[in-house]
């Protein structure tokens, strides 16, 4: 599996494979994570991820690719290519790290508020669950304000505390995928609408062609019915 790739432009066919981001902090567990879905799981240590790298799923019949892209701060700025392609997220935070929360926080909020991420369903997984210390799922919803932010971009949002090192946590991280590929499967059609205007907007060549479209979309986010966004369990 190779640790580049490239930025998808052609438009989605209905038959392509569901395209779900993988982001997080550098050492978070992103590639873990992903090679503990696939079959057989790599024995090799994962490297740090320097572009992208994607990890073929089968989800209930579905053609699922996680593709993640690495978390490093030199690596971030990459990340917003993959917004516009992207039908559903994974937050990965490394609940070992209490010193590096705000910093995650402070970027899972900016993702949030992104208009080519909101109302796309997110997953954040707590990692390294194994560490005696690590802060669990709970935490983690108090202290980014996961609730408020679920609601106000209406984001449907579920949290759930994981060990991508653990064969035993395996379920636990599939719950959560199958939970964000029926959200995926539930809202499919309105989700490539979304992405087929944002894909309008961002190619659109006049500004005030593109300051329009934005308007028409935020007001359209604003309107939708607000329910509890976030799924706890
Ligand atoms: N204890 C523990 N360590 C973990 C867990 N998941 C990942 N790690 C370790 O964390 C380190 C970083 O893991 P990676 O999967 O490379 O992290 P990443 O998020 O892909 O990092 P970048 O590619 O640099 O963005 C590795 O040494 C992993 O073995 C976990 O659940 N528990
Ligand atoms: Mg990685």
């Known amino acids: 599996m190779g ?17 779900i ?12 994570l992903g090679q503990s879905l696939l079959k057989p799981r790599p024995t ?3 490297k740090p991820t320097t572009g992208c790298q994607v990890f073929p799923l089968r989800v209930h019949g579905h053609r699922v690719e996680l593709t993640e892209v690495g978390g490093r701060e030199d690596v971030r700025p990459l990340w917003r290519h993959y917004f516009l392609d992207a039908l559903g997220l994974i937050f990965i935070v490394d609940g070992s790290k209490w010193q590096r929360l705000a910093e995650a926080r402070d970027i899972l909020q900016q993702l949030m508020q992104n208009e080519l991420l909101q109302t796309k369903p997110l ?17 983690v ?3 980014f304000n996961l609730s408020d932010y679920a609601n106000a971009f209406k984001t449907p949002t579920h949290v759930l505390g994981v060990c991508a090192l653990e064969e035993a946590s395996k379920n636990r991280t599939a719950e959560g995928i199958n939970w964000l590929v029926s959200n995926i499967k539930t809202n499919h059609d309105a989700l490539r609408r979304r992405n087929h205007i944002l894909r309008e907007i ?7 062609g593109r300051t329009s479209i934005i308007r028409t979309l935020s007001a359209r986010v604003r309107r939708k019915k607000t329910a509890n966004n976030l799924a706890i369990d």
Do not use: E
Request: glycine share 6%; hydrophobic share 35%.
């Open 141 to 143: 919803i108090d202290f």
């Open 3 to 19: 640790n580049t790739c490239w930025k998808r432009r052609v438009a989605p066919a209905k038959d392509d494979p569901l395209n």
């Open 202 to 208: 961002v190619n659109h060549k006049s500004k005030k």
């Open 21 to 32: 981001l993988l982001l997080g902090l550098d050492g978070a567990g992103k590639t873990t």
């Open 44 to 46: 090799a240590p994962p």
């Open 123 to 139: 997953l954040v997984l707590v990692n390294k669950q194994d560490h005696p210390n690590a802060v669990d799922h709970l935490d």
